[in-house]
């Protein structure tokens, strides 16, 4: 048969490598992987699996806050694609084992984004871009290379498509990752088409390893290894013989390999990453990726987005769907398995583990994830999430201040943000039936970080009842962050029958008091001495301030244990809900610096931040849930979309993607630890949820409408449901949750005192 012309041959590739069309059964279709990629969002396109430690992305910067996950979708030039991403953070880290195809002459830097700096990085546009779960393409205008990738779990592969040339290169850039330093790296050939390599980075995590090998589909014409730019001499590959000095070390190495190559001609790289070595990593992309098939293992990776995705069904426009599923896909992303495929691990304390019976899970932001992400996973993702929960009590017992991790990655603890949270993400899980957990080490965990010397603070904040300003930074954020997860190991330690542990965490979990201002109905930062902070502007954003990322007016709110205790110390349901009234009040324009990085502003509510999200549920609480309907509903449509630049703020590992999924479906949980979820006003027709347990729930929404954003009614299996609140239970069970929708308020639904106020955050036995 003869063979196409070089132009057919690259069409036929062209044309192979599209991602499937959408169906009806096909929820990964509406998902939009830019979604969040332009403005706060911190997303990335590439190619991930849910939950995998691979996530082959491209990078477009690698140097500023602004591209924490390596990509903004405003950036001109593609760098390169490496195979580690964050997703949605505010602070750049991994971006690790960078492969960028080149003809030409050969780089080994990047450049610079103006190109008045040559380098290997290319300009693209976004015509020539696509992105669908588990694939990625781009076509490298400097080049005229199409690169395309795709992963698994442990594994990625790159299919570049190459023009006719002698010059044609595959580069591989160990000196890259995300904004820190690589203090050492090492790659050497092992044989004419396989490399094996690793590389030590200290940034945001301060000791992170990671193992790589990479087989090329092609043997290399040439190999060529350099360090400090300077390249290894070492004998040619003829004959494809291995040679024991193809290797180089040190801090900035690269690899480049040679090819002549035909229009339209492929060159495939398969990688697998690993904790452990560079023998793992191999395993690793032995197991995952046997062979060249790349439709396949895009098949594979969709097929797996799927399963996930269809733990949804919904009802709605194709925006709907396609804002629905998205936020699904990112809030699927994290945390990421740690487990290599013959079970072994690094411990928090950097050695190798087996953990039996579960696989561990690393990149836990707690203090945005314990809000609403866990809280979704303990309802669809369950299995995973004990597994999560066993991961963050394995680290508790590795790490070498025996503590419960706070934000953490890569057996790297990072110490970012106030609070212990995840003591939330365990007692949630323990509140709404988690088992196959020791709760009785659980709660010793707690305790044991819950009473930490690393915590300076903790000491004044015991002794004194808060934590004083003139000895901590974010001193009124801390109190808080601390009296909320004092008050989950209180509820843990009654439902255990350990009084004693109940009784002094029940009254650190009242420190919130001690800081609350009754003539400015404000919390308010007092010295060590008692005194309140003189002069004290509420709306003033100070970083390392009394208050973390965020004012008084944020943070007054952050009770979420004890939202009938808050109501009593404002004067009642009337002068809390006035108070809260002010927070949404829009007011001249704030000028304070780096304000403008806080954005989906309602006056003073900040949805760009995970400290707001529960505040505009609070109405429901105080008997006035009408004001909950409008204004979540107002968020989800303002703040929420199918477009690069649709979300307005870090995704913060799915944190916002999970306030959307939830306050979407017409309820949220408000106090994670409690088994509650506060209603408001579903923005779908209609959702159906798989529930842990094979069955399912569902949402339907009669007379929806984007008028019609008020609760008439509601009815739970055909039964009238008067309460604001839902219980878990019901959820886990399965059945249909009915919301009747109006364009008015009813402003005697769920109102009464004893179902708002007295129902949520009682103490139980």
Not at 70 to 78: A, M, V
Not at 441 to 455: D, N, R
Request: net charge neutral.
């Amino acid at each position: 048969m003869p063979l196409p012309s070089p132009l057919l041959a690259l069409a036929f590739a062209l044309l192979a490598a599209a991602p499937p069309m959408p169906s009806p059964r096909d929820p990964a279709g509406y998902v939009r992987p830019f979604v969040g990629t332009k403005g706060e969002g911190n997303t990335y396109p590439g190619a991930q699996v849910p939950f995998g430690m691979v996530a082959l992305s491209p990078d477009t910067d690698k140097k500023e806050y602004g591209t924490a996950s390596g990509y903004e979708y405003s950036d001109p030039s593609i760098l390169g694609f490496s195979m580690l991403h964050l997703s949605g953070t505010g602070i750049p880290d991994l971006g690790d084992i960078l492969f960028q195809p080149t003809v030409g002459e050969t780089c080994l830097t990047p450049g610079t984004k103006d190109f008045k700096e040559k380098g290997y990085q290319s300009r693209f546009r976004h015509d020539q871009e696509s992105a669908s779960p588990g694939y990625y393409s781009v076509m490298l205008d400097d080049y005229g290379v199409k690169a395309e990738l795709t992963s698994t779990h442990r594994a990625g592969m790159l299919r570049f498509t190459y023009p006719a040339s002698k010059e044609s290169h595959v580069v591989l850039d160990l000196a890259h990752v995300l904004l820190h330093k690589v203090i050492w790296s090492r790659v050497r050939a092992i044989d004419a088409q396989t490399l094996q390599g690793m590389h030590l980075v200290k940034g945001w995590a301060k000791d992170r390893s990671v193992y790589f090998a990479a087989r090329f589909s092609k043997p290399f014409k040439e190999l060529r290894i350099f360090n400090d730019k300077k390249e290894a001499k070492y004998d040619s590959f003829k004959n494809y013989r291995f040679l024991s000095n193809a290797q180089a070390s040190g801090a900035d190495v690269q690899a480049v390999a040679d090819y002549t190559t035909t229009a339209g001609e492929q060159i495939l790289v398969k990688v697998g990453i690993s904790p452990i070595s560079e023998e793992a990593a191999l395993r690793n992309l032995d197991a995952e990726m046997p062979d060249w098939g790349f439709e396949n293992y895009v098949a594979n990776a969709r097929n797996v987005w799927n399963t996930e995705l269809s733990r949804f069904e919904v009802e709605g426009t194709d925006a709907q769907k396609a804002t629905f599923y998205t936020g699904a896909y990112h809030a699927f992303m994290a945390p990421n398995l740690y487990t290599d495929v013959d079970g072994r691990t690094r411990g928090q304390d950097h050695q190798t583990k087996t953990p039996k019976g579960y696989q561990t899970y690393t990149t836990f932001s707690l203090w945005d994830t314990y809000r609403a992400t866990h809280p979704l996973f303990n309802l669809v993702q369950p299995d995973r999430n004990r597994d999560m929960v066993r991961s963050l009590l394995a680290a508790f017992e590795e790490s070498a201040d025996h503590l419960l991790p706070i934000w953490n990655f890569w057996s790297n603890e990072t110490w970012c943000m106030p609070g212990y949270h995840a003591i939330p993400v365990i007692v949630d899980a323990w509140a709404k039936g988690m088992t196959g957990i020791d709760w009785e080490k659980a709660l010793q965990a707690c305790v044991a970080s819950a009473s930490h010397p690393t915590f300076d603070a903790l000491a004044d904040f015991e002794r004194l009842g808060f934590v004083p300003f003139d000895v901590e930074n974010e001193s009124v954020s801390k109190t808080l962050e601390y009296a909320y997860d004092d008050a989950c190991i209180a509820r843990l330690a009654r439902g255990l029958r350990k009084t004693a542990i109940a009784e002094r965490f029940e009254k650190r979990a009242m420190a919130y008091r001690n800081l609350f201002d009754a003539s400015l109905k404000l919390m308010r930062p007092k010295n060590s001495q008692g005194q309140w902070q003189t002069p004290f502007n509420p709306q003033e954003f100070k970083h390392l301030g009394p208050f973390t990322e965020g004012t008084t007016w944020q943070y007054t709110w952050s009770v979420a244990h004890d939202v009938p205790g808050l109501i009593r110390l404002m004067g009642g349901r009337e002068a809390f809900t006035k108070q809260l009234d002010q927070v949404f009040k829009v007011q001249e324009k704030r000028q304070d610096a780096g304000v403008d990085d806080i954005l989906g502003r309602i006056g003073e509510y900040w949805h760009g931040n995970e400290p707001s999200h529960h505040v505009t549920y609070l109405y429901a609480v105080a008997g006035q849930p009408w004001k909950t309907q409008a204004l979540v509903r107002n968020l989800i449509d303002t703040q929420y979309g199918d477009q690069p630049d649709s979300l307005c703020g870090n995704d913060d590992c799915g944190q916002m993607s999970a306030w959307y999924l939830f306050s979407a479906m017409g309820f949220y949980p408000l106090c994670p630890g409690d088994d509650r979820y506060v209603l408001g006003s579903p923005a779908l027709p209609k959702v159906s949820m798989k529930v842990g347990n094979g069955k399912s729930f569902t949402v339907r929404a009669e007379n929806f409408s984007p008028a019609n954003v008020y609760v008439q009614k509601t009815t739970l299996n055909g039964q009238p449901w008067t309460k604001a609140w839902l219980p878990h239970a019901a959820l886990v069970a399965g059945g249909e949750l009915v919301f009747t929708l109006g364009p008015k308020p009813n402003k005697a639904w769920a109102s009464r005192h004893e179902a708002a106020l007295g129902a949520l955050h009682e103490k139980r036995p």
